[in-house]
């Protein structure tokens, strides 16, 4: 096992029932660390690493830091915590080094080879995807990924196989940190541009992630993706090897997509690889699913995992959660969960919706994520809701912006072309929605906010009815 970085064998995680910080508590548990940390609420994040032996506090106070046994070697934060919570001030007054969460996760990395997923979409769903097919090849991989494995319920893992996996956060431009000897970018489309603030600044940071590949390492790129096929050119430039895949790529070293056949359970990628023909089944809806199966076996093929091995292990994917999550069934209409929140992933994820709805309606309860999101792209979520059958808007979920003048759900919901419905009151919309529905259709929440508590509701308001 690697040696644990001297300024996390006593880790204190603000925020830790999150997302990326609980994974790296869990990793820093499985490696010996002493991990104390705090939340805002109770939560099955907090319930698990609990039993796992972590020290935890619900509420955020200076105090939680007296009370433990000993000072912290270094407090955890994400880029969401502010300077002016209180137990990131007391830290600092009391000169405990503070981490960014890619820092503590980088020098987590030490010791192993590193893939790194990135990409505006696509990414959790491709490093889940090479997570488990490298666990299929019986390599063990430790791994850090923005959602939770649908086959183990977990979002990391301190494996011995040497290997490390993580999805790569653009987001707050921290996957700069990392030196992957792997690296995948799935695609560029401008996004968090209430960080990086203009285009150009977005795109750039791809650039300077694919100058943190180590010598010798591999980019793989998505050739159907104008601004990843421009990345990977620029890598070649500076003498980095690089990979394609899709359908319009011609290299030797490329994975060519020959033809995806969907079906109403996943579906099927042809592709030629390495001088011959390979069939990957893939067992969730869409060909941007297919696309990052692909992505995910040239990676693990880079990792020195069996071609034949990783397609088993690649059909044997059985999603994310929050990933066209399967929520019930009430009589015969079914609910799904996505967390699609920008325009390319709403119209991928609803052609993908369609071929799973097979002859019934696809009826899709869509929550905008963040004012900034909502302003600059509403014509796009209009445009991409109208592949759906009958739509529902909610109101923003601002998350860390506060709220701006003129800017809510009515923005998109005046865009559909389709039948759609505004619905600012959050606690009416399960009602609204099971009063749309009709026999055989499919129903998907969609969004990155709270949306995600809609799918039990609905389903326990159409048993009524």
């Given amino acids: 096992m690697p040696e644990l970085p001297e300024e996390l064998r006593r880790a204190h995680l603000i925020g830790i029932g999150g997302a990326g910080m609980s994974g790296i508590a869990r990793i820093l548990l499985a490696r010996g660390a002493f991990v104390s940390g705090s939340d805002a609420k109770e939560s099955r994040a907090l319930l698990s690493l609990r039993a796992q032996g972590a020290e935890l506090f619900v509420g955020q106070a200076a105090a939680n830091l007296d009370a433990l046994p000993e000072p912290p070697s270094a407090v955890v934060v994400s880029t969401a915590i502010k300077e002016t919570n209180p137990e990131l001030a007391a830290a600092r007054a009391a000169g405990i080094p503070v981490l960014h969460r890619a820092q503590a996760l980088a020098g987590l990395m030490e010791g192993h080879r590193v893939a790194c997923i990135a990409g505006t979409h696509g990414k959790t769903s491709t490093t889940s995807m090479l997570t488990v097919a490298l666990q299929h090849c019986r390599l063990d991989p430790s791994f850090a990924i923005g959602g939770d494995l649908n086959e183990s319920g977990a979002n990391a893992h301190h494996g011995e196989g040497g290997v490390f996996v993580a999805e790569a956060d653009e987001s707050d431009g921290s996957f700069l940190t990392y030196s992957p000897s792997v690296a995948v970018v799935t695609n560029v489309e401008p996004d968090h541009l209430d960080h990086h603030g203009t285009a150009e600044a977005y795109t750039k940071v791809f650039t300077d992630f694919v100058g943190r590949i180590v010598p010798g390492g591999l980019l793989i790129v998505c050739g159907d993706d104008a601004a990843a096929d421009e990345l990977g050119a620029q890598a070649e430039k500076l003498g980095v090897r690089v990979r394609r895949y ?218 009524k009815r």
């Fill in 246 to 463: 899709g359908r319009t790529v011609t290299g030797p070293d490329d994975a060519r997509v020959l033809e995806y056949t969907p079906a109403p359970d996943g579906g099927v990628v042809r592709l030629a690889l390495d001088g011959s023909e390979l069939a990957v089944r893939v067992a969730v809806p869409g060909e941007h699913m297919a696309l990052n199966a692909v992505a995910a076996l040239l990676a693990g093929l880079e990792l020195g995992a069996p071609a034949a091995e990783l397609a088993e292990g690649l059909a044997a994917f059985g999603g994310v959660r929050r990933r066209f999550e399967f929520k019930g069934r009430a009589g015969d209409v079914r609910v799904y969960d996505d967390y699609a929140h920008h325009p390319t992933e709403v119209d991928a994820q609803l052609r993908a919706v369609r071929t799973a709805a097979g002859s019934g309606r696809v009826v899709v309860v869509f929550q905008p994520h963040l004012y900034s999101r909502t302003k600059l792209f509403a014509k796009e979520f209009a445009a991409a809701l109208s592949l759906a059958d009958e739509v529902v808007v909610l109101d923003v979920y601002g998350a860390r912006e506060e709220p701006e003048p003129g800017v809510t759900g009515a923005l998109i919901a005046d865009g559909v072309t389709v039948p759609v419905h505004y619905e600012p009151a959050f606690d009416v919309a399960a009602g609204l929605v099971a009063g749309l529905v009709r026999g055989g259709d499919l129903v998907v929440t969609m969004g990155a906010g709270d949306v995600t508590q809609l799918g039990p509701e609905i389903l326990a308001e159409l048993d």
